[in-house]
C-alpha cells in the first residue's frame, strides 16, 4: 500500500496567515492526489484534485501544488472559516490511501 | 444539486451485519461511481472501496475483503454497503461519495454505526 506522510500534523496560526502544508508519498502516484477539508461533525469536502485542479467553488486562497511524491497545500490568506482538518488523498493506486491529516487551529 | 442522503445511525452487536444505504439525486446515477470511506471516532479516514454503477464491478479494500459486499440499485439510485461479522472495531462514522476518474467530489453526511455488546 501506498504510505502518505503529512506535515505538520498541526499547527497554529493565525487569520491572515500564509499557511502550507504538505504530503509526501512512500512512492511515485504522478498527479494522483487530492486535498480534503474537514470540519468537525461534517464529511470531508473535495478542496483540490489531480494535484493542482480547484474543486468547484472552491476560494482560490486554496492552491495545490506537487507531482511524484512530494505535495503542498498552500492557504495564501488564512480565513475563520478555514480553520479545520485537512487530508491528502491518493488516488493513483488501490487501496486509496489518506493522510493522517493537518488541524490547522486558531493562534 | 447533487445529493447524496445517508441512512440512519445504527447500533448492532458484535458478530452482527449492518447495511447502510446512499440515496443520490441531482445527477445521473450510473455515469458516476460510488466510494466508501470510514473514520473511526477521533481518527482519519479509511478507503474501503469503491463500486463502478454501469456494470457493477468492485474493488475492495484487503482489510475488509470478504467481510463487505456494495451494491447498488438503479431504479431508485441508491448504492448500499453492508459489512458482516463486525466488531468494535468496526465501529465509525461511514460515508459514500460520488467518484468519477478519482476524485469524490460529493459526500453523504456519513452514518455512524456503533458495535457493541
Known amino acids: 500500500d501506498i504510505q502518505l506522510t503529512q506535515s505538520p500534523s498541526s499547527l497554529s496560526a493565525s487569520v491572515g496567515d500564509r499557511v502550507t502544508i504538505t504530503c509526501r508519498a512512500s512512492q511515485s502516484i504522478s498527479s494522483s492526489l487530492n486535498w480534503y477539508q474537514q470540519k468537525p461533525g461534517t464529511a470531508p469536502h473535495l478542496l483540490i484534485f489531480g494535484a493542482s485542479s480547484f474543486q468547484s467553488g472552491v476560494p482560490s486562497r486554496f492552491s495545490g501544488s506537487g507531482s511524484g511524491t512530494d505535495f503542498t497545500l498552500t492557504i495564501s490568506s488564512l480565513q475563520p472559516e478555514d480553520f479545520a482538518t485537512f487530508f491528502c488523498?491518493?488516488?493513483?493506486?488501490?487501496?486509496?490511501?489518506f493522510g493522517q491529516g493537518t488541524k490547522v487551529e486558531i493562534k | 444539486q447533487v445529493q447524496l442522503v445517508q441512512s440512519g445511525a445504527e447500533v448492532k452487536k458484535p458478530g452482527a451485519s449492518v447495511k447502510v444505504s446512499c440515496k443520490a439525486s441531482?445527477?445521473?446515477?450510473?455515469?458516476?461511481?460510488i466510494t466508501w470511506v470510514r473514520q473511526a471516532p477521533g481518527q482519519g479516514l479509511e478507503w474501503m472501496g469503491w463500486i463502478t454503477i454501469y456494470n457493477g464491478n468492485t474493488r475492495y479494500a484487503e482489510k475488509v475483503q470478504g467481510r463487505v459486499t456494495m451494491t447498488t440499485d438503479t431504479s431508485t439510485s441508491t448504492a448500499y454497503m453492508e459489512l458482516r461479522s463486525l466488531t468494535s472495531d468496526d465501529t465509525a462514522v461511514y460515508y459514500c461519495?460520488?467518484?468519477?476518474?478519482?476524485?469524490?467530489?460529493?459526500w453523504g453526511q456519513g452514518t455512524l454505526v456503533t458495535v457493541s455488546s
Open positions: 488523498q491518493q488516488t493513483y493506486s488501490a487501496p486509496w490511501t
Open positions: 461519495a460520488r467518484e468519477s476518474g478519482g476524485n469524490p467530489d460529493s
Open positions: 441531482g445527477y445521473t446515477f450510473t455515469k458516476y461511481g
